[in-house]
């Protein structure tokens, strides 16, 4: 069954305890994206992929690290996590241009 | 600048009337329009896209959008709409000069009253 997957579902931790949340997908999509949805904000992008070893910043980088080692792992990185980043966190992928994305069920991370 | 807006928070229809949730775009190329649909605690699916061809594009659980390129608009459209269809709306938009963007709307919320 094509999916992606996050792990894991639901953390909570406390301000400062380095933590990554992963993401496998078995599509063989060279793209890869991290989003976060908080209320009234919607979707908004954290950091993607365009493929292996090649990774960019969306409009809400800072405090979150991404690396693509290979092309079904998308692993998010929070090193020092902050209240702040308590949110629902999305992985999602796509063949390029003119993929529709396939979302993993969420990450609800608290941080307090 | 890519932008995606969804004018309306929140949408309700009657069950069994037609329901229309709005999204009107902005990118500097031709569009790749998406729309999502969220059930609670669950990620986001694809309901359908436009990519190009026929202005009216047809989807999952018998929704349909129809592309206005003057207008800029994509709107969600479903004959008659069914208590399962409340959910969260998501509209987004790729430019195809810069595939590595997609940019999603807020979100409209709509309740389909029985």
């Known amino acids: 069954e094509a999916q992606v997957t996050q792990n894991p579902r639901y953390l909570i931790t406390v301000t400062g305890k380095k933590l990554t949340v992963t993401c496998s997908q078995n599509?063989?999509?060279?793209?890869m994206s991290w989003y976060r949805q908080d209320p009234g904000l919607g979707l908004r992008q954290i950091y993607y992929s365009m493929n292996v070893e090649v990774t960019d910043k969306g409009d809400v980088p800072e405090g979150y690290k991404v690396s693509r080692k290979e092309k079904r792992n998308f692993p998010l990185i929070l090193e020092s996590p902050s209240p702040n980043q308590t949110s629902l966190y999305f992985c999602?992928?796509?063949?390029?241009?003119?993929?529709?994305?396939?979302f993993g069920e969420g990450s609800r991370l608290t941080v307090l | 600048a890519q932008s995606v807006a969804q004018p309306e928070d929140q949408v309700n229809v009657a069950e069994g009337n037609p329901l229309t949730v709005k999204c009107t775009y902005s990118v500097s190329g031709n569009p790749y329009l998406f729309w999502y649909v969220q059930y609670p605690n669950r990620g986001l699916q694809f309901l359908l896209k436009?990519?190009?061809?026929?202005?009216l594009v047809k989807g999952s659980y018998g929704f349909e959008a129809e592309f206005n390129k003057s207008q800029t608009s994509f709107h969600l459209k479903k004959p008659s709409a069914l208590v399962s269809d409340s959910a969260l709306y998501f509209c987004a938009v790729r430019d195809m000069n810069r595939d590595d963007k997609i940019i999603f709307g807020k979100g409209t919320r709509l309740h389909i009253l029985p």
């Open positions: 999602a992928s796509s063949y390029r241009v003119v993929g529709e994305l396939f």
């Open positions: 436009y990519i190009t061809g026929d202005n």
């Open positions: 599509m063989n999509h060279e793209y």
